[in-house]
């Protein structure tokens, strides 16, 4: 299973910007999938993840700014990120678990940088 993560660049604070991945196999059914960072110097952390059932959950510094969303006919998972603040700055990386076929996927990351 592959995942292509796309959509990072820079913004200023305040700004938005919406990341997507895209992933080779189906996410339509049994798949949960989800968004993590990892900052410069720091661990990766969850930002926001997604059932097949749509029940979502976020990291406790973007709840409220950011909103992930999927579209099972595109196989594809987006990040809605809003009020964008220098301290989300990161490399985000895409996530994807499938229970039937058990399967694990790591997009290859995408940079966003928050900065004036």
């Known amino acids: 299973v592959q995942l292509q993560a796309s959509g990072g660049g820079l913004v200023q604070p305040g700004g938005s910007l919406r990341l997507s991945c895209a992933a080779s196999?189906?996410?339509?059914?049994?798949?949960?999938m989800g968004w993590y960072r990892q900052a410069p110097g720091k661990q990766r952390e969850l930002v926001a993840t997604?059932?097949?059932?749509?029940?979502?959950n976020y990291g406790d510094s973007v709840k409220g700014r950011f909103t992930i969303s999927r579209d099972n006919s595109k196989n594809t998972v987006y990040l809605q990120m809003n009020s964008l603040k220098p301290e989300d700055t990161a490399v985000y990386y895409c996530?994807?678990?499938?229970?039937?076929?058990?399967?694990?996927?790591w997009g290859q990351g995408t940079l966003v940088t928050v900065s004036s």
């Open positions: 996530n994807g678990n499938w229970r039937y076929p058990t399967a694990r996927a």
């Open positions: 196999r189906s996410i339509r059914n049994d798949n949960d």
């Open positions: 997604i059932t097949s059932g749509y029940s979502t």
